[in-house]
């Protein structure tokens, strides 16, 4: 499903290369986890495959079932069926989140070549979801993450995620500012989200994410890097050790 | 003082093409004394404070500059509204295009009528409001106008009118020069709203004067067309008594140049002053508003709220005054204006005033001059929706603050259709 292949990436503003290399697979159907250190290179990898400004793709590749990513504009990459669940997600005043919602779900329909969902479809799908989620109808109605809550942000990434059904998701972070009732609430969400189509890629400093998310398979990334592949027992290893001696392992 | 003298000399040699319109007893009282005024302050030069974000040069001078007739290919705005219509084209009024000049709980009537009249109730509001809006700051356009204007609507409201009232102002010559002066008395209790609509002329000197009684409401809304070459200076004066509510919105998209002013006197305790405007420029677009308010009353709001979206060379400007007299206390005075610079071409100029003499007031201010936010339009591409359509819906994010100042929704709704139908026409 999604492809990497030794992908090197700079900051556009500095010569600096933050991925030196990045190989890594996908398959439909599973969820992988990146591990690793501050400044490994995670949270980049992810803007690039979502197509945020400011890095260059100086080498290598990303496809989504063989569509190249790195060609399209971010909304063409959405419509393709990639979402990324921000790490701090954007507040956006004068913008209410159910407009937000139905924009995109209706913009990415339209690109698709689908009918836009009625008023009606809309506000019945976007409840059942909400309601899941412990998302109420004042979260809704305020604008887009506007005095959310660290956790009520976090939600509404996922009810994003559940109202645009994308083959491929990519979770930044989706742990950080969460106490463990809402990471419980989070994982739920994105649990109910699994399936043989779908793709995960998980993106996280702790491994107790991945209590509640079990993946199928666990990298760790360190200086722009995939160093280490292993299952589940890998972020075990990393809870009980911590990188130091994964680190001098593949050094 | 070399400059004051060409100023004055300008104003002579302007004065020397015109001559005062014929009227009755009380009109031409009204205009002698606004000659009067006009002459003692002079026509407004590029020295004068506040004017110096805006050339009056074209406003003034005794040749209009010619303004293309735009054909916007729409219907025009609150087309589909019940309303009063009373068109104006090129300042001439349009009797079989509007509609019969009378209504439940209003006596209306033109000004031209009005002015035949030895005696008339729009005495004690003709030219009286613009002549307090004089101080401290003049206002010569307004005088101008008081002086010269042979026609406008003349309306006195006794109750509640649903059904508003709207001015449409067609262009069709691209040299008319077009004056037209009106006055509204809204009696004690009574409500009205008052909508204008369209470019009016080349050049069009538009004077308002509102007098709002005790528990009386007046909303404006108004759209000022979307010629591209018009020019306009518009004043509203208006003197709000107790209990009273004042609430004006004005959205302007393109017009080479426009000065909106406002002078707003709060007289009356407990009353509320709203004053708001979108103003949306791409390319040579000038935009002025020039918003004075005066608290002389305890316990009154006011609102000023003010955005514009520029770009490609684009200029807003907004100077704004909070006025708290001695003795207005508990004032709850608020104020914004921002502009949202579209590229590194547009300019925005913004002289934001306070002056206080009470001790118990609650006034605050506030300018800003940005760009869209990239992060929240990445944010929306993010999930899907075009760049275009992001930056849009930002926008109008933007602009809404000022039209939630809109209390009709049907209203507010129309001119939100015709934001959005400005912003796809002008995608970068």
Redesign the interface.
Known sequence: MLSINNLHVKLEEEDKEILKGVDLTVEAGKVHAIMGPNGSGKSTLSYVL????GYEVTDGSATLDGDDLLEL???E???AGL??A?QY???????GNM??LR??VN??RK?RGEEELSAGDFLKLVREKAKALKIDADMLMR?VNVGFSGGEKKRNEIL?MAM?EPRMCILDETDSGLDVDAMKLVSEGVNALRNEGRGFLVITHYQRLLDHIKPDVVHIMADGKIVKSGGPELALEVENNGYGDILAEVA | MAHAQTKFDVTEARLADVSLPRGGRWITEAREAALARLRAMGLPGRRDEYWKFTRPDTLISADVPEAAVFDPQEAPVFDDLDKLLIVFVDGVFDADASSDLSGEGIEIERLATAGEADIHWAKDTYGVLEARGQTPVHRPLAAWNTAFATDGIVVRVTDKVSRPINMRYLHKDPTSDAILHHVVRVESGAEVTLLETGPAAARFNKSMEVDVAAGGAFHHIRSQGRDHERRAATHIFARLGTESVFKSFTLTANGVLTRNEAFIEIMGDDAVAHIAGAALGDGDFHHDDTVFITHDAVNCESRQVFKKVLRNGAVGTFQGKILVKAGAQKTDGYQISQSLLLDDDAQFLAKPELEIYADDVACSHGSTSGAI????L??????????G??AD??V???L??AIDEIERDDIADDIRGRLEGWLARHRS
């Open positions: 979502s197509g945020r400004d504009e971010p909304e990459r959405a419509a979402f990324l921000f997600p954007v507040e956006i005043p004068g913008v407009t937000f924009t995109a913009a990415q690109a604008p994003q645009l | 936010d990239e992060e929240a990445f944010y929306l591409r993010s999930r899907g929706v075009p760049a359509e992001a819906l930002l109008l994010a933007f809404a603050e």
